[in-house]
C-alpha cells in the first residue's frame, strides 16, 4: 500500500500556477509557436488555435488537473496509481503507464536539448559567435560534421551531464524548496528577459547596422491573416497540435503536480490561469521575439524559408546567434537572455517530468526522494545518450515524434475517455468543479464527454494519415480515382514503413548501416522502455495490490 | 503591418491579455502564503481519512 504519511505539499499556490505554466512554457513556446503560425495562415491560424485551447486544451488541463488531484487523496502521484483509482477494472493502471514512459523518454532527448540552450549561453556570453558561424559550431557540437550516423561529441555531453546535474539537485529539494523555488525564479527571468528581447528587436529601425527590413515585416508575416488557411485541415490539424504540445497535455505531469493538491483545493481557476498564462508567453512574447528580428536582418523571403517546416529551431539556433552580433556592447547580453530565457523554459518542464517518475518510486518503491532523484538522472542519462550519441543517424527525431507527440495523443484520448465514461462524467464533473473558484459552465460537460474525444480522435487521424504535401483534397480525389491516398513520409504510417525515396533498407548497397537501422533500433528501444515500464507497475501491484481488492479477495475465501 | 494584421494581433493579445490577467490575477490577489483557499501548509494529506489508500 502506497505511503502517505509523509506526504508533500505546494508552499504557495502562485508557486503551483508558475510550477503548472512552466511545466506548459518550453523552447516550443519560442522556437515551434511562431513558425507554425506564419506557415499556416498567419493571424488566421489563430482562429482554429484558439478554438482548440477551449474545446481540447482547457477541457483536458481540467480532466487532467482532476485526475491528478483524485489519485493524490490515495496516496498515488503517478499515473499508474491514478487511473488504478478511476475505475475496477485492472487494465485501467496500464493506461497510466503511458504516464511514466513518455515523461522519461521525453526527458531524454528534452533534457539534451536542454543543454543546448545552456551551452549556447555560455558561447553567446562568452562571444564565441562573433567569430564563428553558428551553423559550423552546431554542427561540430553535436558532431554531424562528418556525415556518419554516431557522434559522441565531448561538450555536448558535458553540458548533457551538467543540466541532468542540476534537474537531479533541484528535484531532490523537494516540492516546495526546489521544483516550486525553480518556478518562482525561473518564469519571472523567462518573461523579463522575452520582454526585454521583444522590445529591442521591434524598435531596431532600417538603417541600423545589419538591418535589411523593418521587424515589423515579420509581425506582419507572424499576425496577417490569410483566410484562406481556415478552409484547410491542414491549419486546423497544425492549430489544434500546437495547443496539445504547448500545454504539455498527455504527459502524466500535469496529473502529478496536481496530486499534491487538497481534495477541496480549487482546480478550476488554478489550470485556467496555468493555462492562459502559457498562452500569453506564448502568443504575446514568443510572437514577437524570433520572426521579426529575424526578418529584420534576414529578409522575409530568408525568413519564409527557414520557417517552412513550421519549426523555428534553424532561426532560432543558426541565425539569431549571428543577428545579435549588430546589436554592439548588447550582443553578448542579448545571446545570454535569449538562450537563458530558453533554458529556463526548458528546465521548468523537464523538472515535470522528472517529479511523476520520483513520485512513482516513491509511492510504489519505497525510494527516498534522493535516490529517486539520482534513478531518475542515471536513467535519463542513459536513454540521452542514445540521442546523443545517434544524434547524425536520426535517434533524437524518432525520440521526439514517438514519445513527443505520437504518445502524448495516444495518452490524452485515453485519459479523457476513462474520465468520461469509465470514471463517469457525474463523477468526473464533481471532482472538477469542487472547490471551483469560478463557474465552470456545464456546457463542458458535454465537451469533455464528446467534443473533446472526438477532437483528439481527429487529430490523431489527421496525423495517422497526413497525405503528401498537406494536400487533403487532392488525397480525397486521387482516393475516389482508385489511384490510392498519397500519404506523406512524415505521417505516422509513412514513417512506420520508411515511405520516402530513401525506401527502408537497413543496409546500404555497400553493406554499411543506414539511418532506417537506426531509426528502427530507435523504435525497438522505446517499446522495450514501455513494456519495461508496464513490468514494473505489474511488480508495484503484486507487492502492495489495492487494499479494497484485497478485503474483497479475504471475503470471498 | 497591414490594418488587418493589426486586427488580428489587436484582437488576440486582448483576449489572451483578458483571460491571463483576469485568472492570474485573482491567484496573485488570493495571497502567496496559502496553496489554495484553506491555506492548507502543514503538509496535511487532506481528504477523508477512510478514503485514502
Not at chain 1, 477541496?264 to 521579426?292: C, K, T, Y
Amino acid at each position: 500500500m502506497p505511503a502517505i504519511a509523509a506526504r508533500e505539499s505546494w508552499a504557495t499556490r502562485v508557486g503551483l500556477v508558475l510550477a503548472m505554466a512552466g511545466n506548459a512554457v518550453g523552447l516550443g513556446n519560442f522556437l515551434r509557436f511562431p513558425a507554425q503560425a506564419a506557415q499556416n495562415g498567419g493571424g488566421a491560424f489563430l482562429i482554429p488555435y484558439l478554438v482548440s485551447f477551449v474545446v481540447m486544451g482547457i477541457p483536458l488541463l481540467w480532466v487532467e488537473w482532476a485526475i491528478g488531484r483524485h489519485g493524490g487523496q490515495f496516496g498515488h502521484h503517478s499515473a499508474p496509481g491514478m487511473f488504478d483509482r478511476l475505475g475496477h477494472a485492472r487494465w485501467l493502471k496500464y493506461v497510466g503507464v503511458f504516464g511514466l514512459f513518455t515523461n522519461l523518454t521525453v526527458a531524454a532527448y528534452y533534457t539534451y536539448l536542454e543543454s543546448w540552450t545552456l551551452a549556447y549561453v555560455w558561447h553567446s556570453a562568452t562571444a564565441t559567435f562573433r567569430d564563428v558561424d553558428p551553423a559550423t559550431f552546431f554542427s561540430g557540437y553535436v558532431g554531424t560534421s562528418d556525415g556518419g550516423l554516431t557522434a559522441v561529441p565531448g561538450e555536448a555531453l558535458f553540458f548533457f551531464v551538467v543540466t541532468l546535474i542540476l534537474n537531479a539537485l533541484i528535484l531532490s529539494r523537494g516540492l516546495g524548496r526546489g521544483i516550486e523555488l525553480a518556478a518562482k525564479v525561473g518564469m519571472p527571468l523567462l518573461i523579463g528577459f522575452a520582454i526585454v528581447l521583444a522590445i529591442r528587436g521591434l524598435t531596431v529601425q532600417p538603417g541600423d547596422p545589419g538591418v535589411v527590413a523593418s521587424p515589423l515585416e515579420g509581425l506582419n508575416f507572424v499576425w496577417e491573416p490569410r483566410i484562406g488557411g481556415l478552409t484547410s485541415p491542414t491549419t486546423w490539424l497544425a492549430a489544434a497540435g500546437q495547443v496539445f504540445f504547448t500545454l504539455s497535455l498527455g504527459m502524466g505531469s500535469i496529473h502529478c503536480y496536481a496530486s499534491y493538491l487538497d481534495r477541496r483545493q480549487d482546480i478550476a481557476l488554478n489550470a485556467s490561469s496555468a493555462g492562459w498564462l502559457n498562452e500569453f508567453v506564448e502568443v504575446v512574447l514568443g510572437g514577437s521575439i524570433l520572426i521579426p528580428i529575424a526578418t529584420a536582418y534576414l529578409g522575409l523571403a530568408a525568413v519564409s524559408g527557414a520557417t517552412g517546416g513550421g519549426s523555428g529551431f534553424a532561426l532560432g539556433f543558426l541565425s539569431l546567434p549571428t543577428l545579435f552580433q549588430n546589436w554592439g556592447w548588447f550582443a553578448p547580453l542579448a545571446g545570454a537572455m535569449w538562450f537563458g530565457l530558453l533554458f529556463f523554459a526548458g528546465i521548468t518542464s523537464s523538472l515535470a517530468m522528472g517529479q511523476p517518475i520520483l513520485a512513482f518510486l516513491q509511492d510504489e518503491f519505497r525510494v527516498s526522494r534522493r535516490a529517486g532523484a539520482f534513478v531518475f538522472a542515471l536513467a535519463t542519462f542513459a536513454l540521452g545518450f542514445v540521442c546523443v550519441w545517434l544524434y547524425p543517424g536520426g535517434a533524437f527525431d524518432e525520440f521526439d515524434f514517438w514519445t513527443g507527440t505520437f504518445s502524448l495523443v495516444v495518452f490524452a484520448l485515453a485519459e479523457v475517455l476513462v474520465f468520461g465514461w469509465v470514471f463517469g462524467i457525474d463523477r468526473g464533473w464533481e471532482e472538477i468543479t469542487r472547490g471551483a473558484e469560478i463557474t465552470i459552465p456545464r456546457l463542458f460537460r458535454f465537451v469533455i464527454r464528446y467534443v473533446t474525444p472526438a477532437f483528439i480522435l481527429v487529430v490523431f487521424a489527421g496525423a495517422l494519415i497526413q497525405p503528401e504535401g498537406g494536400a487533403w483534397s487532392a488525397a480525397f480525389q486521387s482516393l475516389l480515382a482508385g489511384e490510392g491516398w498519397p500519404l506523406a513520409p512524415e505521417s505516422v504510417i509513412g514513417r512506420v514503413f520508411h515511405i520516402g525515396p530513401e525506401g527502408g533498407a537497413w543496409l546500404d548497397a555497400a553493406g554499411r548501416p543506414t539511418a532506417v537501422l537506426v531509426q528502427d533500433a530507435t523504435r525497438l528501444l522505446l517499446l522495450l522502455v514501455f513494456l519495461a515500464w508496464a513490468w514494473l507497475v505489474h511488480v508495484a501491484w503484486r507487492r502492495h495490490g489495492r487494499p479494497e481488492r484485497a478485503a474483497r479477495r479475504g471475503s470471498a475465501r | 503591418m497591414t490594418a488587418s494584421a493589426w486586427v488580428m494581433l489587436g484582437l488576440t493579445w486582448g483576449v489572451v491579455g483578458f483571460f491571463t490577467l483576469r485568472f492570474f490575477g485573482r491567484i496573485l490577489r488570493s495571497g502567496s502564503s496559502a496553496a489554495g483557499p484553506d491555506g492548507d501548509l502543514d503538509g496535511d494529506p487532506g481528504g477523508d481519512p477512510d478514503e485514502r489508500g
